[in-house]
């Protein structure tokens, strides 16, 4: 393990995180993990790099970075300007740095998260199995937290690339969605709400400020929960997609730092459309569509294919 | 009290990966330990493409990969869980003793809490280190422990303007419930004391030394016992 990189200026948001932390959530532990899962396997298969090694999730404003040895990089998900010193580099591809170099992720120009992988992933501590960041619980990642000036950030290394990877333009999702539907399966406590799914179905809902790692608060009409219904149940696990329900009927999709909740959830996003919903921001509007289990798994199985086209597409396969 | 388990456990979808399995719908003791077994069974013996079970109050929830499993197997594998449950018996319950300093700056809101319930704040010392509790489950945050068995004589509705920081450590009564903030967060919670023990240390290979169907008791310290487990870092 050596430094690979200096933290000059952090960004706004940027933790490491990896494929998340499974395992632990019966003692209160959260899953943590890249939100935009699709964007940080990519990014990983670019460099030949297990899907699951560590990468960093910069958040709206991405971060400068001093390098400290040689290495290949590659950055996915939100459309960021990345400037290597003085030069523009293009997303979804790999590219070389050398010592000396400086590496800056500007603000995005649309979606919300990019992801920056290395050769042979980011070399923190496993942490209950994982090296994600869990900031509420302060472990993972460095020290707990997002990063700051002056952090080192230590990677495994490993062989670099004999030349440049890109990803081809139609297997990228866009960064832009102007609308943006989410797949759900209905439940788990739809059946609390009869007249009340129509109403999530059919209205457009707007992502409102309060928006993070926890969960995206919505606004839109009221959900109605039944008259008999009462408005919160006996607290049960949650899971990530789950759109919860509170007293003031204005839906919260719950994301990835939380493990249980007593609040009733009308239904849950497909796992896939999560990746999507990563790369939204405040004030952009959402509708909800139902689709079967059935073809929740395809959709599923379709996402897995996507990636497995990514590694077939690249001229130097590793894994 | 046995009936207050369904006779057939009810099975709802949690999007692409997720399978909710309810038992009954109360907080209950032998319910409850019927969730603990379930998981157990799980954990020992896991079906094909189980990647966590999550134990809860009443339910538990199974996270899977759909290109392994799906409901219907996974509901088939639980049914058959059903026979075998009562020849098993779940871990032996320990009972951990957490030492807790009442009063002073570590229980700011003990007055409150006795005046509203008409006792003296050594009443209300005596009344919740007196009973043992059982842990249902553990969330909200890492090793946060959702108790029961809280004497209804100290039942005390949440502070009005929660706190924007509540101490590690800080145990607290929110109506019905009491419990500990294992780490500082926010919180509107009633806050009668602290301990000094750590509850939650990531880099343990068990970072939370109790688990849910364990016993537990708070045994009060006095504020030199507390400083004195405390002196030479945060916490014990």
């Known amino acids: 393990m050596s430094d690979l990189l200096l933290v000059l200026k952090p960004g706004s948001y940027t933790t490491i995180q990896d494929l998340g932390r499974y395992g632990y959530q019966d003692i209160g532990v959260p899953v943590s993990g890249a939100v935009d899962q699709f964007a940080a396997r990519s990014a990983n298969v670019l460099l030949g790099n297990p899907e699951s090694a560590a990468v960093l999730e910069c958040t709206v404003i991405g971060p400068t970075l001093a390098v400290l040895r040689e290495a290949d990089l590659a950055v996915t998900g939100a459309d960021m300007e990345i400037r290597l010193n003085s030069k523009t580099i293009p997303a979804w591809s790999s590219f070389r740095v050398e010592p000396g170099d400086f590496l800056r992720l500007k603000q995005v120009k649309s979606g919300c998260r990019t992801y920056l992988a290395v050769s042979g992933g980011f070399d923190v501590p496993l942490v209950m199995g994982s090296r994600s960041t869990c900031v509420t619980g302060g472990f993972g990642g460095i020290q707990g937290r997002s990063l700051r000036k002056g952090d080192f950030l230590p990677a495994v290394g490993g062989p670099l690339l004999s030349n440049e990877q890109a990803l081809p333009s139609e297997l990228i999702p866009a960064a832009k969605q102007d609308d943006l539907l989410l797949r759900v399966v209905a439940g788990p406590q739809d059946h609390l709400f009869s007249r009340g799914l129509e109403t999530f179905l059919g209205s457009p809902y707007r992502i409102s400020a309060r928006a993070d790692r926890m969960g995206y608060r919505l606004e839109g009409p009221i959900i109605r929960r039944d008259p008999e219904a009462e408005q919160s149940i006996v607290s049960e696990p949650s899971l990530p997609g789950n759109v919860q329900v509170p007293a003031d009927g204005q839906p919260i999709i719950l994301l990835v730092e939380q493990t249980v909740g007593g609040y009733t959830k009308i239904a849950t996003v497909i796992s896939p459309d999560l990746s999507r919903l990563a790369q939204a921001l405040p004030g952009q509007e959402i509708r909800f569509q139902t689709v079967s289990l059935e073809e929740a798994r395809l959709a599923y199985q379709e996402n897995e294919k996507h990636i497995q086209r990514l590694r077939e597409t690249l001229t130097e396969p590793r894994n | ?236």
């Open chain 2, 1 to 236: 009290m046995e009936n207050t388990i369904y006779s057939e456990p009810r099975f709802r979808a949690v999007g692409d990966r997720g399978l909710l399995v309810e038992y009954g719908d109360s907080i209950d003791p032998v319910l409850n330990r019927k969730v603990r077994t379930v998981a157990q069974l799980c954990r020992t013996d896991p079906p094909p493409g189980l990647i966590e079970v999550v134990p809860a109050y009443r339910s538990l929830q199974l996270i899977y990969d759909p290109l392994q499993s799906d409901p219907p197997s996974l509901e088939g594998h639980l049914r058959s869980l059903e026979d075998r449950l009562d020849s098993i018996s779940p871990p032996p319950a320990r009972t951990v003793t957490i030492p807790v300093c009442y009063g002073h700056e570590f229980g700011p809101d003990l007055s409150v809490v006795a005046e509203r319930n008409a006792l003296s704040q050594e009443e209300t010392v005596r009344l919740h280190s007196q009973a043992e509790y059982l842990i249902y489950m553990l969330g909200f945050t890492p090793g946060f422990p959702f108790l029961g068995g809280l004497d209804k004589r100290l039942h005390t509705p949440r502070r009005e303007t929660p706190r924007t920081t509540v101490p590690e450590g800080s145990v607290g009564i929110a109506n019905g419930q009491t419990g500990i903030y294992p780490l500082s967060s926010p919180g509107g919670w009633q806050l009668i004391g602290r301990t000094p023990l750590r509850l939650f240390d990531p880099e343990q290979e068990e970072p939370v030394f109790y688990k849910p169907g364990d016993n537990l008791r708070f045994a009060p310290i006095s504020r030199d016992e507390y400083l004195q487990l405390t002196e030479g870092g945060d916490h014990v």
